[in-house]
């Protein structure tokens, strides 16, 4: 299907949407998935295939989405990133400059964590520091917006994590990469990401234990 | 705890866990909404694979190819403006196409030759002629090679308009 890449949009997105519901779907690195099955995917995704590219969109788009919304707080940058990342795979593919050969993963991955990364140093000038209030504040404003008051909490506490240990927290629960993955695409030893991992869950705790003692404390966290 | 990403490598106690489960929430909760958003990067993708219109290779070729003809273009426009310039100041007696003259006398002279061919009585006539042509000849040649001319086209009057 070399080349299915040239028909009208049009129809084009309706055979996307038929294929979305019946997509072909390997399973991801967490979960033990074949890397030759993502090489071949791949591999066709290169070449134009329209096909293999409704596959890799629909494991990965969500998830580098995730990861910039996380981060940057705003829907809009965050699809215009995660664009921007698929739009460079896709241009490094079609040339063959993709030179890590199974290791697609972690090298998209990475491009994000660059995309990111730049967008967030664009954005620190606006940043305001994030006190006890503005998380509590966060909280209810979320759940105002239909987020458990707990998860607009747990955001604002990532705010407080370093950004070493906010990219493994969401490289691990945004991104959906295993431990060896992160570690892989970080190039640091597994025991160091995990110990990153580990200290920064204790962090959360701690904010969040801070943020609202009452509850944590019901809810077994103190 | 042991989840399907490995969570198991990470020796978690009660508390940690639940942040951890709390985490996975928020993970959920980022990758959803944008609807539509995998169909637009599905667009975003198809342009990069597109070809491109012709026009736009067209374009991007032709400028390799049309440089030199726009430089000799340019060139022609600059020199024809210059000429034009030039030969419009007053006292200017700029003569450059001897070669048309020569071309007139050439011609005439043939046109004499042919009468002579036909018995006419014109022979004494064209010889007169061809030694004048002769002697013409070698004065422009002399003219040529005796004027300066690296003293400007100014002073460059091969005299032409008397033929």
Request: aromatic share 4%; charged share 25%; no cysteine.
């Amino acid at each position: 299907m070399v080349g299915a890449m040239g028909v009208p949009r049009g129809r084009w997105a309706v055979r996307m949407e038929a294929a979305l519901t019946t997509r072909e779907q390997p399973a991801r690195h967490g979960d033990g998935h074949d890397a030759g099955e993502l090489a071949s995917v791949v591999a066709r995704a290169a070449a134009g295939d329209e096909r293999a590219w409704e596959t890799l969109v629909s494991i990965y788009s969500r998830r580098v989405y995730a990861m910039a919304k996380s981060r940057l707080r705003r829907p809009d940058l965050a699809e215009e990133i995660t664009q921007s990342v698929f739009v460079t795979i896709a241009t490094k593919l079609r040339d063959n400059a993709y030179t890590e050969q199974g290791r697609f993963e972690a090298w998209l991955f990475r491009v994000t964590m660059n995309r990111v990364r730049d967008a967030a140093r664009r954005m620190k000038r606006q940043a305001v520091a994030m006190e006890p209030s503005a998380i509590a504040a966060m909280g209810a404003e979320a759940s105002a917006a239909g987020d458990p008051a707990d998860l607009g909490a747990l955001r604002a506490a990532l705010g407080t994590l370093g950004d070493a240990d906010r990219e493994v927290i969401e490289l691990r629960h945004h991104g959906q990469l295993g431990f060896k993955e992160i570690a892989e695409m970080l190039g640091e030893p597994l025991g160091t990401v995990l110990a990153r991992h580990h200290r920064a869950l204790r962090k959360l705790r701690g904010v969040l234990e801070r943020h609202d003692p009452d509850e944590n404390g019901k809810d077994g966290l103190a | 705890m042991s989840g399907p990403n490995g969570r198991d490598m990470n020796n978690l106690d009660g508390g940690d866990e639940r942040i951890a489960a709390m985490l996975d929430r928020l993970g959920d909760a980022e990758r959803s909404g944008a609807d539509g958003l995998e169909e637009r990067i599905m667009g975003s993708v198809a342009r990069v694979f597109a070809p491109e219109p012709l026009a736009i290779v067209e374009a991007r070729g032709a400028w390799w190819l049309r440089t030199p003809v726009r430089l000799a273009a340019g060139l022609a426009i600059v020199a024809g403006v210059g000429i034009g310039i030039y030969s419009s100041m007053p006292g200017t007696t700029l003569e450059v196409a001897p070669g048309v003259d020569f071309a007139l006398v050439e011609q005439r002279i043939d046109g004499l030759l042919a009468m002579a061919d036909g018995g006419d009585g014109f022979g004494d006539s064209v010889a007169s002629i061809e030694l004048w042509a002769e002697a013409l000849d070698a004065e422009l040649s002399d003219g040529w090679l005796g004027s300066d001319l690296t003293s400007g086209l100014g002073d460059l009057n091969l005299g032409g308009g008397a033929l």
